[in-house]
């Protein structure tokens, strides 16, 4: 067993067919064929089970597949290592909830890849949940959420304080006549978003459980059918300007209590620091530690109505 047997492995396991496999990998199927029962008359166990449509991995397979994720990471790691001099450059995936790319993290990032023009960065937005799961799995560097974050795998830097509020539809009076409407719906990101975990929380605690939810890909559509009447949402209170641009909303303030989640950057602990992780994590920290950092969020909050229409 190598590692290009089983990246020939993880291939047919990915695709669920030989000929798939063959195709991809610019080889004959009677090769991949004879690879996968070498490979299996090795290990003295069968990796594959074989169907008329293709194959699906065995419990043996599923056993395997993940050290050959993390022998293939190993290896991209190692490569890393050896080219970096230093100097900050090649590729950096980084992760971020939408809103928190639209609101808090460009400054950061302009300034970091201004400073390091050589890295390759790259930015994904996802769910929370999507996000720290992609981090532990070594599809993404590194990426901002929702904390806390307590994993044994991961390192946290608080960043900042979002301060959260409901968004409803232009005539909604107010959060508790909102709790009395027997057709109530909320609308929230896909499934995996933190902010839909408290909002439904929060309408748990007014006596609302098991309240409908709508759910969809992007921040404007939520937007759009929270101000359709729809339903209502809970987002951060700085994207006002940006929903009011997109439709006529209501916002409602939340008690201290629940109004405030915080935002931490993570990391995988036994991750490679190269001089493009350690740049990033050094201008996040100087943005939101340093002598210039703005102030919290939360210590600027000041008194504030409880409804708001923004049109």
Not at 80 to 100: F, H, V
Request: hydrophobic share 40%; proline share 5%.
């Amino acid at each position: 067993m190598d590692i290009a047997d089983l990246k020939l492995f993880a291939t047919v396991a990915r695709l669920g067919s030989m000929r798939k496999a063959s195709e991809e990998l610019n080889t004959v199927q009677s090769n991949v064929t004879a690879r996968i029962r070498a490979l299996e008359e090795d290990l003295g166990t069968t990796l594959f089970e074989r169907h008329h449509r293709g194959v699906k991995l065995s419990e043996a397979g599923q056993r395997l597949l993940p050290y050959y994720d993390r022998l293939s990471h190993l290896i991209c790691e190692a490569r890393r290592a050896t080219i970096d001099d230093g100097t900050p450059s090649g590729p950096l995936k980084i992760g971020a909830q939408e809103t928190t790319a639209a609101l808090r993290i460009s400054p950061v990032l302009a300034k970091f890849l201004q400073s390091y023009p050589a890295v390759n960065l790259n930015l994904r937005t996802d769910t929370t949940a999507n996000l720290i799961n992609a981090v532990l799995s070594h599809k993404l560097d590194a990426a901002f959420v929702c904390g806390p974050v307590d994993h044994p795998d991961l390192t946290t830097l608080p960043c900042f304080d979002e301060e959260l509020a409901i968004y409803g539809p232009a005539g909604m009076p107010s959060i508790g006549k909102m709790c009395e409407n027997a057709d109530l719906r909320i609308v929230v990101m896909n499934a995996g978003c933190q902010y839909r975990f408290m909002l439904e929380n929060f309408l748990g605690r007014l006596g609302r459980k098991n309240v409908p939810v709508l759910e969809f890909g992007t921040l404007e559509t939520v937007i759009n059918c929270v101000s359709a009447g729809l339903g209502i949402t809970m987002l951060p209170r700085a994207l006002q300007a940006h929903i009011g641009r997109i439709g006529p909303v209501s916002m409602h303030d939340l008690p201290a209590s629940v109004a405030n989640v915080e935002t931490v950057f993570i990391q995988r602990q036994d991750t490679l620091q190269t001089s493009a992780r350690s740049a990033l994590f050094a201008t996040i920290h100087d943005h939101w530690h340093g002598i210039d950092a703005p102030q919290n969020s939360r210590k600027q909050a000041s008194s504030r109505p409880e409804l708001r229409v923004i049109s």
